[in-house]
């Protein structure tokens, strides 16, 4: 990265930080309800799942991609979990089935978007409503699979607090700390920037750059799937037709708002918590403003189009670039 694109990047942070904070500041004055033990409670644990999503797309969008499948993996290998659980089988079992279709999903999108070289959005589209389809038509008896007493053991990763801090948000810190990790400290992570700012460059290095595109799914998958186990611990069941909400937006909005460029090859943890913390005020204000759910659509994709624009400009995308950015 140069140093102008990380100045641009540390400017696009500074600002959007300075905007939470006066829009925090402004809710919290003007907004009646806003600044209440209860409000900031729940939106803590809202802010929490956004949080977990975003650092499961930062990791596919660092490396060039992008996975409109993730709500479709938080909800169907949490879902089924639960189901599991209810139809008598052991939290052992229910817990590994979450897990391995949540890896075999990640796996099939990183195939065939490394190996069979279609387009993530195009892949991850099309996954998606698979894997949701796939949810209602073979695991789910109903929309709204409720928490089973067999799950407990597991409650914890959703309920009750650490030192006054409610757990979902603990959960979310734990994965950013991990995400971190992986991008910063790891050989593994440093490929992945190699791979999002030029991947023929990467390859002609030495860089396995197609197995590194099915882990970075795998990854995403995983990431997912565990957001969904800490959202349905949270609310004690899992909406599955959750697949349908907008919450994919949502995620993509925490992303290019916090300042990780669509192009590749930028950005970091930093950057999901401060556009998580600005989206999730955002929508929290807007529901309590009682602005209507199109109306709060329409705000939202105003957003996400402006933030789009500005990425165009913050990271543009050169004639490589076009060529080998297929999101």
């Known amino acids: 990265m140069t140093a102008a694109a990380a100045s641009k990047n540390i400017s696009q942070q500074t600002i959007v930080f300075a905007i939470f904070v006066l829009m925090f500041i402004s809710f919290s004055i003007f907004l009646k309800g806003f600044f209440s033990a209860g409000n900031l409670l729940g939106l803590l644990q809202n802010v929490a799942i956004l949080g977990i999503l975003g650092l499961a797309m930062a990791v596919v969008v660092i490396g060039r991609g992008i996975d409109i499948s993730m709500v479709a993996v938080l909800a169907v290998p949490a879902g089924l979990m639960l189901q599991l659980a209810q139809e008598g089988y052991p939290l052992s079992m229910a817990l590994l089935a979450a897990v391995v279709i949540a890896?075999?999903?990640?796996?099939?999108?990183?195939?065939?978007?490394?190996?069979?070289?279609?387009?993530?959005?195009?892949?991850?589209?099309?996954?998606?409503?698979?894997l949701a389809g796939l949810g209602q038509v073979a695991f789910f008896r109903l929309d709204v699979v409720q928490w089973s007493t067999s799950l407990d053991p597991i409650s914890w990763m959703g309920r009750g607090t650490l030192l006054g801090v409610p757990m979902p948000v603990i959960m979310f810190a734990v994965v950013a700390v991990l995400v971190a990790f992986f991008l910063k400290k790891t050989r593994l992570g440093a490929f992945v920037y190699a791979v999002g700012d030029n991947p023929i460059g990467a390859r002609t290095t030495g860089i396995p750059t197609r197995p590194l595109i099915v882990l970075q799914y795998v990854i995403a998958a995983l990431i997912g799937a565990f957001a969904g186990m800490v959202m349905?611990?949270?609310v004690n069941s899992m909406p599955t037709r959750i697949f349908n909400s907008t919450l994919i937006y949502d995620v993509i909005l925490v992303v290019v708002l916090g300042g990780i460029g669509l192009s590749g090859g930028r950005g970091g943890v930093i950057n999901v918590i401060i556009g998580t913390a600005l989206i999730g005020t955002l929508l929290n204000g807007m529901t309590i403003l009682d602005i209507s759910y199109s109306a709060q659509n329409l705000i939202k994709g105003i957003i996400l189009l402006v933030a789009i624009l500005i990425d165009s400009f913050l990271n543009p995308r050169n004639e490589e670039t076009a060529q080998q950015g297929d999101i």
Do not use: D, R
């Open 103 to 130: 890896l075999v999903f990640g796996l099939i999108n990183g195939w065939l978007i490394a190996f069979a070289e279609i387009p993530s959005l195009f892949t991850t589209l099309a996954s998606g409503l698979f």
């Open 232 to 234: 349905a611990a949270s």
